[in-house]
Nanobody
C-alpha cells in the first residue's frame, strides 16, 4: 500500500500558476507509477500527468501538454505538478494516485491506479 497526501491547491486567476505536491509513504518499487488526475463536477476523472517513480519519463494528457509539468523527488518521495498558464477549464479537484505494481494499460487511465490521495481543489477564475 502507498499512502498519498496532496497539498498546494487554491484559487488563481486565468494565466496564473500553482504547484501541487504529493507526498508518498509506504512501499514503492521501480515499477510504481505516480499520476495526477482531476475531476470537475459532472465530468469523468481525467488523467493529466504521470510517470514511473524511478524514471524521468513523463506522460501528459493533451489538455495540459505544454502547460503542466510533473516532477519527482525520489529521495523525499514527493511528486510535484507545476501548473502554468491556468485556464478556467482547469478548475477541478486534483488527485494524485499510485499504481504500486505499475500499470498494464495506459499510464493515464485512472482505473490502473489503486492508491489515491484525498484530493486538493484548484479553482481558476477568468
Amino acid at each position: 500500500q502507498v499512502h498519498l497526501v496532496e497539498s498546494g491547491g487554491g484559487s488563481v486567476t486565468s494565466g496564473g500558476s500553482l504547484r501541487l505536491s504529493c507526498a508518498a509513504s509506504g512501499f514503492t518499487s521501480s515499477s510504481t507509477c505516480i499520476g495526477w488526475f482531476r475531476q470537475a463536477p459532472g465530468k469523468e476523472r481525467e488523467g493529466i500527468a504521470a510517470m514511473y517513480f524511478a524514471y524521468n519519463s513523463p506522460y501528459y494528457g493533451d489538455s495540459v501538454k505544454g502547460r503542466f509539468t510533473i516532477a519527482q523527488d525520489n529521495v523525499k518521495k514527493i511528486t510535484y505538478l507545476q501548473m502554468n498558464s491556468l485556464k478556467p477549464e482547469d478548475t477541478a479537484m486534483y488527485y494524485c494516485a499510485a499504481a504500486a505494481q505499475g500499470v498494464t494499460g495506459s499510464i493515464l487511465d485512472p482505473s490502473e491506479y489503486n492508491n489515491w490521495g484525498q484530493g486538493t481543489q484548484v479553482t481558476v477564475s477568468s
